[in-house]
């Protein structure tokens, strides 16, 4: 098979949890560097996963490796830049979510992809989740009928990040919304097909991040807690359709819950658990599966997958830069919203 020279930006978290392990499981992949700014990161990196070569700065690795792709798993602050950078150098790009810091460096990034004819994909890796896949396909064949209402829920009793820069407004560009909600938007938006969205209401709060609190992700510097712990949001799409969404890091609620529950004229589902709502023979009844395909399936592997067969098919990913661009649009308008205390116009 066909090898790929690949090399990752950000040696971090989830370049260790997720990217280096699953790019080394390829097969059709040759993991050859790895480029961070902390040279400690890479001293890990290298000892725990044998990394053959390391950069203090991703250009050198740009210039020298003749990489075929990259993985960008910086803080949000640089994933335009890397990104743009390896694209116009001609590697064909798997980036960390949120795509950017905001719709404008994310339409950059759409923009230099066309222009290379190199793939962009963004690491929303829940759309590689069994449940995820399964709820696509029962939309897909019309079991619900016409989609109308879609809840979205991304919300943790306490679990505020309490490592890197998640708390870092300039680094970041948000809080519980980029770092945790976007995941479910995108996906909620992925199995209605990315409806065109018109108008979107949202509030953005800061409450319990900013004081001392229970955490069980750790201690964080609550002193310097400069973005939202909470998110909510109303979103009219033009076909008549809305969702409702709610993100949080830290929320006073019972139990920390995660799901998109969809709702149709024929039928409804809900993701996480996975059931299937439908009013039939005189009887309201839910399905669940007793098997899934890709239920065992671990979603890195998958994501790692999906992005080096599209390169080696020629095909588009599962996740499409353009649609990640709406999510950050959504975002964008969620803030805007908040600050403005009015809805944002999206389109007509
Ligand atoms: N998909 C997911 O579920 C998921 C989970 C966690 C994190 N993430 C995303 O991954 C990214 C990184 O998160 P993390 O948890 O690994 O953070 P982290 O702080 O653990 O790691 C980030 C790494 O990037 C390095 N870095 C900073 N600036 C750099 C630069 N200019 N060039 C090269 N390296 C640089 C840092 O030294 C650090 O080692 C973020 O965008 C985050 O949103 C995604």
């Known amino acids: 098979m066909q090898e790929l020279r690949v090399g990752i930006v950000g040696a971090g978290g989830i370049a260790r949890a997720r990217h280096i392990p699953s790019f080394q499981k390829n097969e059709n992949v040759a993991l050859v560097a790895v480029a961070d700014v902390s040279s400690e990161a890479l001293e890990r990196v290298k000892s725990e996963f044998g990394v053959p070569t390391t950069y203090t700065d991703y250009r050198e690795m740009f210039e020298k490796e003749q990489l075929d792709a990259v993985c960008v798993?910086?803080?949000?602050?640089?994933?335009?830049?890397?990104t743009i950078a390896a694209l116009r150098q001609g590697m064909h790009v798997l980036c960390e979510k949120p795509m950017a810091l905001n719709a404008e460096e994310s339409r950059a990034m759409v923009q230099a992809a066309q222009e290379s004819g190199k793939i962009l994909t963004i690491a929303f890796h829940y759309r590689h989740k069994g449940a995820c896949r399964s709820a696509k396909r029962v939309v897909e064949a019309g079991e619900l009928g016409d989609v109308y209402m879609v809840r979205v829920l991304a919300l943790r009793r306490r679990g505020i990040p309490s490592w890197g820069v998640f708390t870092n407004k300039d680094m970041q560009g948000g809080g519980a919304l980029v770092d945790y909600g976007v995941h479910l938007l995108d996906l909620a938006l992925w199995l209605v097909g990315n409806p065109k969205v018109v108008e979107v209401a949202g509030v953005t709060s800061?409450?319990?991040?900013?004081r001392p609190n229970v955490n069980p992700w750790g201690e964080w510097n609550y002193k310097d807690f400069q973005v939202e712990d909470h998110a909510a949001a109303f979103i009219r799409f033009a076909d008549g359709g809305a969702m409702q969404l709610e993100a949080s890091w830290a929320l006073n609620i019972a139990e920390s819950v995660e799901n998109v529950s969809i709702s149709g004229t024929e039928g409804g589902l809900d993701v996480f658990p996975f059931r299937v709502n439908k009013a039939a023979h005189g009887m309201l009844v839910n399905w669940t599966p007793t098997w899934m395909p890709g239920e065992q399936d671990e979603e890195g592997t998958r994501q790692t997958a999906d992005f080096v067969d599209a390169i080696?098919?020629?095909?588009?990913p599962v996740v499409k830069a353009e649609e990640a661009l709406q999510v950050s649009q959504i975002v964008d308008a969620i803030y805007r919203s908040s600050a403005s205390a009015s809805a944002i116009k999206l389109c007509d």
């Open 206 to 210: 800061q409450r319990l991040g900013t």
């Open 73 to 82: 798993c910086t803080p949000n602050k640089y994933h335009a830049p890397v």
């Open 312 to 316: 080696l098919e020629g095909r588009q």
